[in-house]
Structure formats: structure tokens, C-alpha cells
């Protein structure tokens, strides 16, 4: 029971900080003007959270869709792609996910422990506020989505769930998970007894 427990805290951590994370993205790369984002605090840090309704919206649906799939240790990693209008990839902010709780047995009961891994997702926050300076600017009127990839059986099984019924998933083309000439961008890694997370950028070679 005790791996169950910490398997649900971890998928709420995860899910919870992804949410967050989206939105920063968003932010940070100019996908939407910024008069349509609100300051707001998360782990002691100030991010900019979408407030247009519809955003929020379905960035909500993408976290509590990606819990479920936590829950059953069946994500690898999670992808916000940004696109030009014609859908083309330009790029991919990857956030690799490793070992959970339910496979190392950890116990989540420590508060120091607690506060060291609020600590790191802090930093993963600060190096994705700073990623624009990273990277080449993108075009205007650029789209975004996000890729999740997972094991087919469970991709099927949260298709049948009433909670995602009005959110459903599709498979990507491979169309669209190819980025042109790309170049990888480390940016900050994270490592903790529930979870360890890789973050890094990738960027096409020809952003036109």
C-alpha cells in the first residue's frame, strides 16, 4: 500500500509541476501576447500562467489526462512541440521522466526531503524562464501541442475513462514529431527518490 501512496504523490507532483511548466513554456517562447498572462507564484518562484480561458482549459486536461498515466508508471516523457502554421516542428522541450517511486520504494514522509525536491523543481522552473535566451526566436503565428509518449495499452485504457472522454488523445504522425536538422539544448536535470526528470530543448536548423 505504502508504493501505491507514493506512486499517487509522485503523479501529483509531476502532473502538477507539468501544468506549470507548460505555461512557462508558453511564455517564454511569445506564443501569445503577453498582456493575455498573469504572474502568480509556484515552489517560491514567479510564472506566468495563460489565462485565457480555453488554454487553461486544456492545459488542465493535458495534466489530470498525464496523472492518470503516472499513476500507472507508463510515461517516459512528456513533449510541448511548437509549430509554425503550416504545423511543421520548430521546437520540442522535452521533459524525460524516469524512475518512480512504485519501482524504488521510497518513502515521501520526510519533510527535509519534501523541501529538497520542492528545491529542485524550483530550479527546473528558473532554467525554462531563462531557455529564450537559449534559442533562435521563432516565427509569428506559431501553434503548440503536446506529445505524450506511453505504452499503447495504457494510451487505450485512459481512452475508455469518463474523465477523458470529452479529451481524447490521438496518435501523432511522424510528420509531426520530426524536427528538421535539429539541435539539442541542454537545460537542467533532476534526480529524487520519487522521480527523476531530464529537461532539455531541441530546436529545428531551419526556423523560417
Not at 475508455?160 to 504522425?173: K, N
Not at 528538421?180 to 539544448?185: A, K, M, T
Amino acid at each position: 500500500m505504502e508504493g501505491t501512496h507514493e506512486t499517487e504523490v509522485a503523479a501529483d507532483i509531476l502532473s502538477e509541476f507539468l501544468e506549470v511548466a507548460i505555461h512557462s513554456v508558453l511564455y517564454c517562447r511569445g506564443v501569445y501576447p503577453q498582456g493575455v498572462f498573469g504572474r502568480k507564484k509556484k515552489y517560491n518562484v514567479p510564472v506566468q500562467v495563460c489565462l485565457h480561458p480555453d488554454v487553461s482549459q486544456y492545459v488542465s486536461s493535458v495534466s489530470r489526462s498525464v496523472r492518470c498515466l503516472l499513476v500507472q508508471g507508463a510515461v517516459s516523457r512528456v513533449d510541448v512541440v511548437l509549430t509554425s502554421p503550416d504545423t511543421h516542428p520548430l521546437e520540442r522541450f522535452v521533459f524525460d521522466i524516469g524512475t518512480t517511486a512504485a519501482e524504488i520504494g521510497s518513502s515521501v514522509r520526510d519533510d527535509e526531503y519534501l523541501l529538497h525536491l520542492e528545491q529542485s523543481l524550483r530550479a527546473l522552473l528558473l532554467k525554462l524562464n531563462v531557455s529564450d535566451s537559449l534559442l533562435h526566436p521563432l516565427p509569428p503565428d506559431c501553434s503548440w501541442t503536446i506529445h505524450v509518449h506511453t505504452k499503447e495499452s495504457a494510451a487505450a485504457a485512459l481512452g475508455e475513462q469518463l474523465t477523458t472522454r470529452d479529451f481524447p488523445w490521438v496518435e501523432a504522425e511522424e510528420s509531426e514529431q520530426q524536427l528538421s536538422d535539429p539541435h539539442l539544448i541542454p537545460l537542467k536535470s533532476l534526480k529524487s527518490h520519487l522521480f527523476k526528470i531530464q529537461l532539455y530543448a531541441e530546436e529545428s536548423g531551419k526556423k523560417t
